[in-house]
């Protein structure tokens, strides 16, 4: 089955680590994002990719960093610049790189900093 | 002034009824429009895109008035299922000329028995 996995599902860890989260998709899509949802907030675009070896800060990519180095692949560190790092991480990818075509989401990944 | 804005709710509504949700935009530029379902805890799931001409799907009806800069959730007969928060999509052009998907907060429905 086509879709896109992130791990881990639940993640806890100490302040001042860093941590990385995992997004795979075998979808073909060019395009991969990484959102942010706190409560009360709607999705917040971290970072996005249109095409492999290529990537563009979002809104709130300070405290973050990814890499595009295979099609399939954009994984998330949150460093521990990151401020307010607990929060619902949610990997997507499309079709399309103007982001006209819909999203296809993983399941998320929470994120609890201690 | 938002560049997206829904009514968070909740929309309290017995089984049965029909329900609707309004979204508006900000910017006229903007070309692709989507309803997306949240269940809680989970990730969004598209429900449906949004043509000019308006689209149903079942039991659901989106509508999208350009003049006035809004998009509509029409949901009929409502099921506890529906149960959810629905989130409204819009594509606008953001720095750099780049399109962007601005997302709405939300509106959450609770479908009573």
């Known amino acids: 089955d086509g879709g896109i996995t992130q791990s881990p599902k639940y993640l806890f860890r100490k302040e001042g680590q860093n941590v990385t989260l995992s997004c795979e998709q075998n979808l073909n899509h060019d395009a991969m994002y990484w959102y942010r949802q706190d409560p009360g907030q709607g999705l917040r675009l971290i970072y996005y990719s249109q095409i492999v070896n290529d990537f563009q800060k979002g809104d709130i990519a300070e405290g973050y960093s990814v890499s595009r180095e295979k099609k399939e692949s954009f994984p998330l560190t949150v460093t521990s610049a990151q401020k307010n790092p607990t929060a619902f991480y949610l990997c997507a990818s499309s079709t399309d790189r103007g982001a006209l075509r819909e999203l296809f989401f993983g399941e998320g990944s929470r994120l609890t900093v201690l | 002034r938002k560049e997206v804005e829904q009514d968070p709710g909740p929309f309290n509504v017995p089984e049965g009824a029909t329900v609707a949700f309004n979204c508006t935009y900000s910017?006229?530029?903007?070309?692709?429009f989507f309803w997306y379902r949240q269940d809680c805890r989970k990730e969004p799931k598209l429900l449906m895109s949004v043509y000019s001409s308006g689209n149903e799907d079942g039991r659901f009806t989106a509508q999208l008035n350009r003049a006035s800069q809004y998009i509509s959730l029409l949901i009929r007969d409502s099921k506890l299922s529906d149960s959810a928060t629905y989130l409204c999509?819009?594509?606008?052009?953001?720095?750099?000329?780049?399109?962007?998907?601005?997302w709405g907060l939300g509106t959450s429905l609770a479908v009573n028995p």
């Open positions: 999509v819009v594509n606008m052009y953001g720095a750099g000329n780049n399109r962007k998907l601005i």
């Open positions: 910017n006229s530029a903007s070309q692709s």
